[in-house]
């Protein structure tokens, strides 16, 4: 008799913990909202507000700002869109979540901002959105959108077309990127630093500074920080391949995760590359101070000159890149043999 009651109230705790996991993994609704007046599009989660597609005529690039976790903390820097109390003002194009590269045809596209000096625009290339393609609400949300990465003429080098997927559960959100570039004319991404899809950190997740840092933004203002005077960053790298901290930047890996506590929550934000990408796997463009981006086209610097990644497309011809960003919170952030799993996942897709 005991011996059964035993079983009943074995099997009960294991179904409350099975169906307790399922709920965690339940995915929640995702609504995408157009408004073509703003020149924006809003994806819920669950009810609650994620992130914005932006892309007015005022933004060099189209952005998605801010990003937020699943409990509404924003990930990414206020700053210059809606700057917060104490954010570093450094490199103003560092807006969300964006996708360029600094040499294309000579063009840098990453560096260009409203700090660009007029006579010097003249250098710098825009992404223009000029179509939103498609918006799906549903458990996965969808947006595709065109843009034309042209110069200062408005003379079009490639054209792009980006779908978003989105999805979520009670403590993760999830972002699949998919663009293909394909060229107006012959285009080539000359091998460089600063590429290709960036995401710009709130201060909790920018690593503590261990040295003095000086940064010079584009008006030639220059900003010291003093090590051990920032009371706020706590965050750290982790690499696929066991990199950590400042040994992140410039090394290979299938993903990167960068963590640290926002309040009392932990909170992790992966990307992860895709195996059909150029490059694959992608180099990471990591910084301390809060630059956080995935670079296959930057191999010269990375190898310090030993070997080089120059893309070039003939007129006609396309290319197509693949991004997976992940952010959790809760207890503890996503765990490494999850992302391993959810990469080894996503690679098939």
């Not at 004319?185 to 503590?208: E, N, S, W």
Request: aromatic residues 10%.
């Amino acid at each position: 008799m005991m011996i059964n009651t035993l079983k009943k109230t074995g099997l009960m705790i294991a179904s409350i913990a099975f169906a307790t996991g399922v709920a965690a993994q339940k995915s929640e609704p995702v609504k995408v909202v157009e408004s073509k007046k703003e020149r924006k599009v809003d994806v819920f989660i669950g009810g609650k507000p994620f992130t914005s597609f932006l892309y007015p005529d005022s933004l060099e690039k189209p952005v998605l700002y801010p990003l937020r976790t699943a409990n509404g903390t924003v990930v990414t820097r206020g700053f210059p869109l809606d700057p917060k109390p104490g954010d570093p003002t450094d490199h103003p194009h560092h807006i969300g979540l964006w996708f360029n590269f600094e040499n294309l045809n000579g063009l840098d596209f990453w560096n260009n901002s409203y700090a660009i000096h007029k006579e010097k625009k003249n250098l710098y290339g825009w992404i223009r959105t000029d179509k939103v393609l498609e918006t799906k609400s549903g458990t996965t949300g969808v947006l595709a959108y065109h843009a034309n990465w042209t110069n200062q003429q408005k003379d079009v080098i490639l054209e792009e077309t980006t779908r978003f997927e989105f999805s979520g559960t009670a403590n993760q959100r999830i972002i699949d990127r998919i663009t293909t570039l394909k060229a107006s004319v012959d285009a080539t991404f000359t091998d460089a630093k600063d590429g290709l899809l960036g995401l710009r950190l709130a201060h909790d997740l920018q690593m503590p500074a261990t040295e003095d840092q000086k940064f010079t933004d584009d008006k030639g203002n220059v900003t010291i920080v003093k090590a051990g005077t920032d009371k706020v960053a706590n965050g750290n790298y982790l690499t696929s391949a066991g990199k950590t901290g400042n040994d992140a930047w410039s090394s290979r890996g299938v993903w990167c995760k960068v963590y640290g506590k926002m309040g009392a929550d932990s909170v992790g934000i992966a990307i992860i590359d895709h195996p059909q990408n150029p490059n694959y796997p992608t180099f990471w463009h990591a910084r301390g101070y809060g630059l956080f981006a995935a670079n296959p086209l930057g191999e010269k610097i990375f190898t310090n000159g030993k070997s080089a990644k120059n893309l070039h497309l003939n007129k006609g011809e396309a290319v197509t890149f693949r991004f997976r960003v992940v952010i959790s919170n809760g207890g503890q952030t996503i765990s490494s043999g999850q992302l391993n799993e959810m990469a080894a996942e996503y690679g098939k897709k």
